[in-house]
Each structure stands twice: as structure tokens, then as C-alpha cells.
């Protein structure tokens, strides 16, 4: 790896597309200057979007062509099939050819993963890719996989996933051995189903810093570094998280809302909600890894406004500089060699 | 069914046992004239903890004894077979002997579910029973189940819990053709695990007003009146929200308490607060019902207090009255006649 860190962005992904994206990739250049972007998609919408935004390419920002979008309800069999020159597809073949270091998109989730899997391949002995991401919780974060790559995950693949999950919170949150959890229904042994249970198993022989099972509130109260969980299961809560703290927001907001004195008690309670804000801000929590491949693929969330796209861009970074594939790569060598 | 309605209440489950359970009990009497409760315990702790809070045994209010408690961490194999004359079994009984039209019981779950089970036996055609309850929804509340006393479910045991869902909705909580949803990881009919996909084609042959699928936020801000799903996915979406509920709730307080400018804040959004307590107010979400058995079994919270058992208690009431037993057996006869 050079000291230049190129990342391809997929500037039609998202809601909002290049109108999120290029602002984005100059927040990230700002910030790193060792970083280079080059904006996939169709040139004249590129040209356009710059002009709009006053920005224009230079040394650290370039484009690249591609002359189709993959649209957000896409099925992704179609988009991988047919879509050979989307701005994802182009994304995701510069990381391939070398001519970037990883990718960023806030396109169709499933569209990224298939076309990122057919195009970049997996590490050798991973047999399926996992969703990462890091939530809010109340002892820093937790970093949760799999959020909905696979449903019906073995026991093998909850092992690998935990795996992934190690060496990503190692890499990234810059912690030595993380302790690692598999999601259950209960604390006890006995409880959970079978490719839980037997997860479990295969996790205690593994020199990861295995502890055992946590329980749905632990993802946001306990102090786990990394959660592993089947995709259904995984997607399930994250969403579900997202619709409760989404009804508690909209509940206080009515309430405050209600009358003379709590609108000035709103008024007072300023800081109060921008700590809160703060908190649970999804935008400080934007950029999923894909992991797994033999390449660094970010996802960004479809609405993510610039700042948090950005954000997304800095996870791409620091999984470059962490070189997180290949280390994936290698602790899998080593505990499989361990088991043999 | 007489105009009397007699709950058995087993006196020593949950954190706190009697001094919880007979203050509820009291409350309870007090709400509805109808009502006759049954302690069951060990006779000289019931004694006790009815002079402690200054009650008195009367015709609405009588004892049976139990020399035995079943633990909140107990193996619900071991209580089964050995507690032969626990609080929690001796409640069972009764319902099963007829003495009793219902039981409450803050006892440990899995203990309940085997023992109830057990004694009650399942209905006829259901193969196993399942624990729901109703959640806070941003268009007033969403009926949920399983929440955990299955894994592994298969695409006719959802199938069930649709059933047996729907017509807990349609009884509690009035709704003449209640909506029903299967949880699922994304909308569109291609996603999802092989069980749920062919349960939503069973569905769609009954006559529930089955509505397809719905995602982990449409828990607690959709419109459907049940959502159905295995008790592995259930119990960790309802753990993972209540998680995220509580980091909520303690990040505001933290921020509340920070300065004396953000304590008055805090004074004047008293009315706030409370509005919001009182919408997630877990006492007011209290009692989930067993439901498949040939008998009326309510799980209220292990750390319920006793306005929060009341709540149990008066929906095991509702239960009575409106025989959701016989409406769940009925409504599966006439759905597995028409399929024949």
C-alpha cells in the first residue's frame, strides 16, 4: 500500500445520489490528506452536480464513467445480470483492478452485496459475506454482524462471522482482543437453538476472546465489543431498535410540542437534546462493512446526508490503512490451523 | 361460566412474591366486583404478608396452600418433575381441576410454560403453545408473539401463532378482523427464510386478514394489530428494544442532570416526562398470555410492581370473559376444515 489511499464512490447510490456524495467526498478530503476519490457515474450528471455545488475536480478528485444506476428496489439477480455499467458495478470493479483501494456506496443493499461478491470474490475459507456496523451503547459501542446478508446461518458460518467481527473491532476500534458474544435467548447453555448452541462450541476451541452468549439488551446496555447473529435475526433488532427510539423521539417531540410551558421548557431543554441528539445521531454511526471479500466494500445508508456519508468514507480509510481483508484472511489461517 | 370469575394467583413468583402479588390482588378486587382471587403459598408467608400490609382473607379473597417455590433461575425440567406442591404448580391445578377459571403467575417463564403445558395440555390441533403480548406502537398498539417460548418454528407452527394471535386481538383488545403480519427482513416476497416464506403462503389460504409481511420498525410504528414471528427472532427484538428504550431513557436523565441550567429544564419538563412514562410505562404493557393451552395461563414481568400485576390480572379477567381458549380452538377447526 502506497501512502495514497484511493477510495471509489458511488455517486448515484441513495436517496439523493451525487448531491450527497460529492459534498461528502470533499468533507473527507479536507480531512485526510492522503485520501483520493474518484466519483463513479455518468459524466454529464457528475459535471452538472459539481457545477451546482461549486466544486470542481483536481489532483485528489477525479471521475470515472459509468452510465447506468442501480435503483434501490432493484432485484439484485437483475442488477448483477444486466447492469454492467452501473456506477456500483464500475465502484466496485475499480477496487478489483487495484485502481482503488475500497469503495463506498449508498445504493441497494442486496445489489452490492451480490455484485461485490461475484465481482471481488471471498477470502479463501469464508464462505459467506457478513454486514457489520458499530451501535450506540451505554459502555461506548458495539459492533453487530450479521445484519442481513444471510438467513439460515450455521454454526460454521456464526464461527466466521465471529471472526470477522474480531478482527474488524481490532482493526477499527482499536481493541486488542475484543471480547466477542453470540446472540441468544438466554444466558444458560441449554437455552437458544441449535446453530447457536453449537457456535458456541465451536467458539470456545478458537483463541478468540469468546464469552459466551448475550441477550437483546445487552446490544445497546452491555459491555460487549462484538455481537454475532444470524442476518434474519440481526436485521430484526437493528430495526426494530430503530423503530422504538424512533417512537420515543417522536413522543417526547409531540410532548414538548403540546403547550406554551413545555415549548418553553423545550426551549430550556436545548442542550438537553442535542447531547441526546449526539447520542443516537445515525449519522455517527453511518457505514456498514461488508465483510468477508477479498476487498474493502462500505455501505452507506440510503438517506445519509453528506456529513454522515463522509463518515462512511472515513470507515473505508481506516479499514485501508488496517488492511482489514487480510488480516480477516489470516486469522482465519491461523485458528483453522489450530483445529486441523 | 358463572358471573363470578376466580384467578388463582401464584403468590411467590417474580422478584418481590407476596409483597407484590397481594397488594395487586387487592387492587384488582377493588376494579372489578366479579372477581375472586386465590393466593397460593406457603400458608405461614401468606399469613405473614397479609398482616404486614394490613389485609384481611374474605369471600372474594381466599387461600390455598403450596410448601414449595419454584426459583426465577430454576430448570424448568427439574421444577416440572419435582415441585410437585410449588405456588406455581398448585396454581395450574386449580385452573386445570376447574377451582380456578385463570392463574397469574411473575414466576420464571420457562418453568410456567413446561408446567402449564404439562397440566393444561395444548388444545387440540396446536402443536405448541406461544407467549404474546401488546407493545406501544406509534398508532396504538401491536399484539406480538412468539416471544420466546419456541425456536426453530416451522411454517405451520407460524401458521398457529397467527391464528391463536388474531384471536387474542379480536377478544382483548376488540378488533372485529384483526390485521396480521409475519416479521420478516424485507417486504418483498423473494426475501426472507424458507419457514416464513411458506408460512405466508399458508396465510394467505385462511381467512385471517392476513396482510403479508412486516419489518422490525413496523413493530412499534406500523398499523398491523398482530405480528407474528418465531420465539427466537420475538424474544430478541423485544430484548434489543427494551435495550435501546432504557439507553434512551438513561442518556435523558444524565443530560437532565448535567448543570443547573439543564435541572431547571428539567423541573419544567415534568409534564413531559411524565407523558412520556406513562406512554412507555412497562406497567402498563404488563401480563402476557400463554396462548394454545386448554386453560388460561398470564405471565406477568418477574420485577412487575403491584399496579403492574393488577394490569396482569385484569387481562387474564378479559380472557375469561370472552374464553379465548374456545374462541382460538374454534376459529383453528373452522380454518382446518375449510383447508381439508
Same mark, same amino acid.
Given at each position: ?5 484511493t ?8 436517496d ?20 483520493h476519490?474518484?466519483? !463513479?457515474?455518468?459524466?454529464?450528471i ?6 451546482? /455545488?461549486?466544486?470542481?475536480l ?75 456496523? /458499530? ?6 459501542h ?14 460454521? /458460518? ?26 441468544? !435467548? ?8 441449535e ?9 470456545a476451541?478458537t ?6 452468549? *448475550?441477550?437483546?439488551?445487552d ?15 440481526g ?5 426494530s ?6 417512537? !420515543? ?31 443516537f ?17 462500505i455501505?452507506? /445508508? ?9 463518515? *462512511? ?6 479499514? !485501508? ?10 486469522r ?9
Open positions: 500500500m502506497s501512502d495514497r489511499i477510495i471509489a464512490l458511488d455517486a448515484m447510490g441513495g439523493t445520489g451525487p448531491d450527497v456524495v460529492l459534498p461528502a467526498a470533499l468533507k473527507a478530503l479536507d480531512r485526510c490528506p492522503r485520501l476519490v474518484i466519483l !463513479v457515474g455518468p459524466e454529464e457528475l459535471t452538472a452536480t459539481l457545477k451546482k /455545488h461549486a466544486m470542481g483536481n489532483g485528489r478528485m477525479t471521475m470515472h464513467p459509468a452510465s447506468e444506476i442501480v435503483t434501490m428496489d432493484e432485484s439484485p439477480v437483475l442488477a448483477l445480470r444486466r447492469k454492467k455499467d452501473s456506477s456500483m458495478r464500475v465502484s466496485i470493479d475499480l477496487v478489483n483492478e487495484g485502481q482503488a483501494d475500497a469503495c463506498v456506496s449508498a445504493g441497494n443493499t442486496g445489489a452490492l452485496m451480490a455484485i461485490s461478491r461475484f465481482v471481488l470474490k471471498m477470502l479463501p475459507g469464508i464462505d459467506r459475506p457478513a454486514i457489520i456496523t /458499530h451501535l450506540p451503547s451505554a459502555n461506548g458495539t459492533y453487530m454482524l450479521d445484519l442481513g446478508a444471510n438467513v439460515d446461518s450455521s454454526a460454521g /458460518h456464526l464461527r466466521d462471522f465471529a471472526i470477522m467481527g474480531s478482527e474488524l473491532a481490532r482493526a477499527i476500534g482499536n481493541i486488542e482482543a475484543p471480547s466477542v458474544a453470540l446472540l441468544n !435467548v438466554g444466558e444458560e447453555d441449554i437455552k437458544g437453538n446453530q447457536v448452541r453449537e457456535a458456541s462450541q465451536l467458539l476451541e483463541d478468540l476472546n469468546y464469552v459466551g452468549f *448475550a441477550e437483546g439488551d446490544i445497546f446496555l452491555g459491555d460487549f465489543d462484538v455481537i454475532v447473529c444470524d442476518g434474519f435475526v436485521n430484526i433488532a437493528l430495526k431498535s430503530e423503530g422504538v427510539a424512533k417512537l !420515543v423521539t417522536a413522543t417526547l417531540k409531540e410532548a414538548f410540542g403540546q403547550s406554551i410551558f413545555t415549548r418553553t421548557a423545550a426551549f430550556l431543554a436545548l442542550p438537553i437534546l442535542t447531547s441526546f441528539k449526539k447520542t445521531d445515525p449519522g455517527r454511526y453511518n457505514g456498514a462493512s461488508l465483510l468477508g471479500l477479498k476487498g474493502i466494500v455501505k452507506s /445508508h440510503g438517506g445519509a446526508d453528506a456529513p454522515a456519508f463522509a463518515n *462512511a468514507i472515513d470507515i473505508a480509510i481506516r479499514e !485501508v490503512e488496517k488492511q482489514v481483508p487480510q488480516a480477516i484472511s489470516s482465519l489461517e491461523r485458528i483453522l490451523s489450530k483445529a486441523r
